[in-house]
Nanobody, 115 residues
């Protein structure tokens, strides 16, 4: 059974930093990513990373956010620097299993950036 445990959200002032973590268990994962959903908006991809380390970022976070993963721990991280009020959202971990190619979402963690 796949389980995702997210941590690291919170309240921070504009210009500050936060680091999100998502520990996955129950399978081997090929694709890992972070999405976010702000109030009244659609969920959007923030950043993704493959098993081999290839990363992809939304234009709005390039140069400020860094995604990484520890394959030995099945954990994906999102380092968020220079945070802006518009980064305020619920952030969701997303993974794809390597063998069965099934997708799973985390429960979400709130990130609030005050101006």
């Amino acid at each position: 059974q796949v389980q995702l445990v997210e941590s690291g959200g919170g309240l921070v002032q504009a210009g500050g930093s936060l680091r999100l973590s998502c520990a996955a268990s129950g399978s081997i994962f090929s694709f890992m990513a972070w999405h976010r959903q702000a109030p009244g908006k659609q969920r959007e991809l923030v950043a993704s990373v493959t098993t081999g380390g290839t990363t992809n970022y939304a234009d709005s976070v390039k140069g400020r956010f860094t995604i990484s993963r520890d394959n030995a721990k099945n954990t994906v991280y999102l380092q968020m620097n220079s945070l802006k009020p518009e980064d305020t959202a619920v952030y969701y971990c997303f993974v794809t299993t390597r063998i069965t190619i099934r997708n799973y979402w985390g429960q979400g963690t709130q990130v609030t950036v005050s101006s």
